[in-house]
């Protein structure tokens, strides 16, 4: 097996053990890059230098004997909405395509830190709206296990680079399931941690009631490492949570006695594809075997999940993207001739199709007269989904559904349907109107060899239960593999 192909935590024993250096591993992963990238587009920018720099700074303290955290030496990407200070940050936009930030993002100024080597920013879906990172300035990131199907979005280029071994893990944002959607695209392991674990300072605003960053990677113990890593109470963001988090692990484990696992049914019979509806039946099945207890469960209110998304990230998205207007820093239009032609021409040329559709629809559901009938009802709706979903949490430990209602989709397929894109986060956008954990994790794959995703939700700051489930699933289905090398075109 190549290095690239490897975990974190096996690369990281062998970095500690001086079995490789971690500029032979940086030099694998960029090697790698060389051969896939022409055909993925995972990256937007790649820092060959810094990285190589970086890594070469590494070896130097291992040298000397410095005692080095797990992340020191290991390559990994950013999605391009997190802020890195020196490297361009552009959103996958027009809007951002040269700017350079002043400051690094809490979260990738703790894995600098930890000696982590930074290998550039990712792909996505312009300001991570989209689900398949087909709404992207710098065009579309492909499937590793088949270049004619999307990655998923809007962190697809994190979960194509870390498939394809381009990185060995990397940070993504997660607004209606941006990181667990890919990820089950991609057979990687997503995770949306519990909201305000982890700092959003520096994380370029979607909808920030409903932003989160959160790793994808290889496997389910490299996840439960990243994350133990990037938590913890920033003064700079007003929503980070002070409060104690433990080092997470995910050890493989014989029993899950006493777990108790709630299907909602009513949820998760909306997903018509019968290879994905087997697979996750599969896993389930895994679950019981290991003695958790199934029940079907029904959630409140669950009906209105999909469209209070959509008022409420759209509402705030007009918000957040109202500050790009030509005047402060970004994309500026040429030929102007006034304030109200500045506003127009730049934000009519700097923004794309779904990005000015988003903006459209927040500013519209926030208007006089419609604010009351649209938006006040979707902010109850999602106060109604928490109250449901922590009912529930008396009763059952985790909520298994689907990652996706299907694996990935052609690229082209639902650029022109909006509506039938949105549908992309029927699952998954539940656990960001509440706040709470989720995690996808492979349980294998469709009759066309594409990955398939099973998400399990936990009550607030239930992380480490999240990961136990996860890595029996994992210990059973074993790790989802393919180089794109061998990839249909």
């Known amino acids: 097996m190549q290095l690239y192909d490897m975990t974190l935590h096996e690369l990281s024993d062998m970095l500690a053990k001086r079995k490789i250096s971690s500029k032979e591993l ?57 802020c890195t200070k020196g490297l361009r940050t552009t959103c ?45 300035f710098f065009g579309v990131t492909k499937n590793p296990f088949d270049v004619t199907k999307v990655a998923g979005g809007s962190s697809g280029g994190c979960a194509a680079a870390v498939s394809s071994g381009e990185v060995i893990a990397a940070l993504g944002s997660d607004t209606g399931g941006s990181v667990r959607q890919p990820a089950s695209f991609c057979g990687a392991v997503g995770l949306k941690p519990t909201y305000g674990t982890v700092s959003r300072y520096g994380l370029v605003a979607f909808a920030s009631s409903l932003d989160q960053i959160g790793p994808i990677c290889k496997c389910v113990r490299d996840c439960a490492i990243m994350l133990s890593h990037i938590v913890g109470h920033d003064k700079h963001d007003p929503t980070s949570l ?19 696992i709630g299907l909602p049914t009513d949820l998760y019979e909306k997903c018509t594809d019968p290879d994905v509806l087997a697979r996750f039946e599969d896993a389930v099945r895994i679950l019981e075997k ?11 209110g669950i009906r209105f999940a999909l469209p209070a998304y959509y008022v ?20 500026r239009a040429d030929g102007i001739s006034g304030i109200n032609e500045l506003y127009t ?16 629809l927040g500013t519209f559901v926030l208007s006089e007269g419609y604010r009351d009938k649209y938006y006040k009802k979707a902010v109850t709706a999602s106060r109604l989904l928490v109250h449901s979903v922590k009912q529930q949490f008396e009763n059952v430990d985790l909520i298994a559904t689907p990652t996706c209602a299907e694996t990935a989709f052609d690229i082209g397929k639902k650029v022109s349907d909006p509506v039938q894109m949105y549908h992309s986060d029927i699952f998954t956008v539940l656990a960001n109107l509440t706040g709470m954990p989720a995690i996808s994790v492979p349980c294998g794959l469709d009759k066309d060899g594409l ?21 029996v699933i994992e210990a059973c289905v074993g790790r989802i593999m393919r180089r794109c090398e061998n990839d249909r075109i």
């Open 26 to 82: 940086t030099l694998s992963v960029l090697d790698r890059i060389d051969v896939t990238e022409s055909r993925l587009n995972s990256f937007i920018t790649i820092d060959r230098q810094g990285a190589l720099k970086q890594a070469e700074s590494v070896d130097f303290k291992r040298s000397k004997g410095e005692n080095l955290s797990v992340l020191a030496g290991i390559p990994i990407g950013l999605k391009d909405n997190i």
């Open 92 to 136: 996958a936009s027009k809007m951002l395509e040269n700017y350079v930030p002043p400051y690094s993002a809490t979260a990738a100024q703790k894995l600098s830190e930890c000696d982590a080597v930074i290998i550039g920013k990712l792909n996505m879906d312009e300001f991570a709206m989209g689900s398949s990172t087909e709404n992207s």
């Open 242 to 260: 002070n409060r104690g988090y433990p080092t997470f692990s995910a050890d493989t484990i014989s029993s899950l006695d006493g777990l108790r």
């Open 290 to 300: 290991h003695g958790a207890c199934v029940k079907h469960i029904s959630i409140e």
């Open 312 to 331: 409420i990230s759209s509402a705030e998205a007009s918000s957040n993207l109202a500050r790009f207007d030509g005047v402060r820093y970004g994309f």
């Open 345 to 360: 021409k730049t934000r009519s040329q700097g923004f794309g199709d779904e990005c000015k559709r988003r903006i459209l």
């Open 451 to 471: 990955p398939v995703g099973i998400q399990l939700m936990a009550n607030s700051f239930g992380e480490q239960t999240l990961f136990d489930a996860a890595s």
